[in-house]
């Protein structure tokens, strides 16, 4: 199965986005516009329909069209979201479809993929998903990073409450190697608060390049700085740090540290770190907790959202 992400963005009909949202949401379906003008029809087959489509657009505006009919397949997903950025997951029980209701020609949702959606928590969004929204196509796959299929896929089970899709973690033990640059930074961002170290928001800044956000002790109220780098390829070295005023939290995701000793220097140890997000789950966000929760399962494997 395959994982996609949709825009609904009508440019036709009533040309309402957050109408053609709750058309969405009311019948059960994801899709686009690109109708045809075919009078007191509102179902056709593919090759009718791309025959007629080809008479009134050019080839490259049936791209997403050909695209959703060629790609999406029953029990693949689909991330959406609507106009407050509220995100959703739809599991596909039917292809393809063009069905060019007059309410439907009003939302512009003719070529339709019918679709379960449920509504997804907002920390459970994980920010490689935030991401595939930028690009303007209608609709593309998200391939990258290739377990996002399986965050999807446990993610479905869990806020459907059905066991849908069967996920073998294949002796995968490594936290690391599943959580992406910004949970990685938010897992130490936790790790710190919790010992005290309250978190600056809109603390990180582009020009900040030396570190990720600033840190004010809740006791002492001493100042501090966090740097988190992941992969096992990078490195953190603490000379790189040791002008600074500042304490410094250093988080390297396979303890990847060099350099001399400083005392206002810290190194975090990965383990010390994975052993608090798995003695903690109930304060993590979603999008780090159902990793955690998939190499380590809680007795409920439905429980936590």
Same mark, same amino acid.
């Given at each position: ?29 994801? &899709?686009?516009? /690109? ?10 087959? /593919? ?14 505006? $049936?791209?997403? #069209? ?13 991330? +959406?979201?609507? +106009? ?14 063009? $069905?060019? *209701? ?22 459970? #969004? ?23 299929? +399986?965050?999807?896929?446990? $993610? ?27 949970? *990685?930074?938010?897992? #130490? ?7 005290? /170290?309250?978190?600056?928001? &809109? ?62 220097? @810290? ?7 994975? @052993? ?14 159902? /990793? ?5 399962? %809680?007795?409920? %494997?439905?429980?936590?959202?």
């Amino acid at each position: 199965m395959a994982v996609f992400r949709i825009h609904i963005r009508p440019s036709g009909g009533a040309n309402d986005q957050e109408m053609s949202f709750n058309y969405c949401l009311i019948h059960g379906v994801l &899709g686009m516009g /690109w109708a045809v003008d075919q009078a007191g029809i509102a179902q056709l087959a /593919w090759d009718d329909y791309i025959a007629a489509a080809e008479q009134e657009y050019e080839y490259r505006e $049936l791209q997403n #069209v050909r695209y959703m009919h060629r790609e999406v397949q029953v029990d693949d997903l689909i991330w +959406t979201r609507n +106009t407050m950025g509220r995100y959703y997951l739809g599991r596909v029980v039917n292809p393809w479809e063009y $069905l060019a *209701t007059p309410e439907a020609l009003q939302a512009d949702i003719v070529n339709i993929c019918h679709c379960e959606l449920e509504a997804v928590p907002a920390d459970a #969004v994980p920010g490689k998903v935030v991401a595939s929204f930028r690009p303007p196509r209608t609709i593309q796959a998200i391939r990258n990073p290739p377990w996002m299929t +399986t965050y999807s896929q446990l $993610l479905w089970n869990r806020i459907s409450g059905i066991q849908q899709y069967a996920v073998n973690h294949q002796g995968i033990a490594d936290i690391y190697a599943l959580l992406d640059d910004l949970e *990685t930074e938010n897992a #130490v961002a936790i790790y710190l608060q919790m010992n005290g /170290w309250l978190y600056v928001p &809109g603390s990180r800044r582009p020009y900040t390049m030396g570190y990720e956000y600033i840190l004010i002790h809740s006791q002492t109220f001493e100042r501090a700085v966090v740097q988190v780098k992941t992969g096992d390829a990078t490195q953190l070295d603490r000379d790189d740090f040791a002008d600074f005023e500042e304490r410094v939290f250093l988080f390297q995701s396979y303890g990847n540290y060099n350099g001399a000793m400083y005392n206002h220097v @810290e190194c975090i140890d990965p383990d010390e770190l994975q @052993e608090f997000l798995f003695n903690n789950r109930n304060i993590l966000p979603q999008s780090i907790r159902l /990793w955690v929760d998939f190499i380590d399962p %809680p007795d409920d %494997p439905l429980a936590g959202l």
